[in-house]
């Protein structure tokens, strides 16, 4: 059974950091780039930040370059995304997926798999 468990988000002032990580069980994860999206309330799930199978490639919207980096361990199949500089608007839900793909894809449509999503909640 395929599973992508989030964790890290919480509750931070803006102008902070979190780290948030996708834990992976069940697949082979260094065969598949990843991806994280977030969703705000009333609004559409959106791609954040990308990362290909081999690592080599990242990729990020532009809302979030500079401030986001994501990073993978292959021992751990575990996938990161470190939020810098946190602002009100980066407020939502945040999804780790997987993609089958060599490299990482902006449509929530291209992703196999999911998980159940991590709050993050930045006040200012």
């Known amino acids: 059974q395929v599973q992508l468990v989030e964790s890290g988000g919480g509750l931070v002032q803006a102008g902070g950091s979190l780290r948030l990580s996708c834990a992976a069980s069940?697949?082979?994860?260094?065969?598949?780039?990843v991806g994280w999206f977030r969703q705000a309330p009333g609004k559409e799930r959106e791609f954040v930040a990308g990362?290909?199978?081999?690592?080599?490639?990242?990729l990020f919207a532009d809302s979030v370059k500079g401030r986001f980096t994501i990073s993978r361990d292959y021992p751990d199949n575990t996938v990161y995304l470190q939020m810098n500089s946190l602002k009100p608007e980066d407020t939502a839900v945040y999804y780790c997926a997987a993609d089958g793909a060599v490299v990482p894809r902006r449509l929530p449509s291209a992703y196999d798999y999911w998980g159940q999503g991590t709050q993050v909640t930045v006040s200012s």
């Open positions: 990362i290909s199978r081999g690592g080599g490639t990242t």
């Open positions: 069940g697949l082979t994860f260094s065969f598949y780039a």
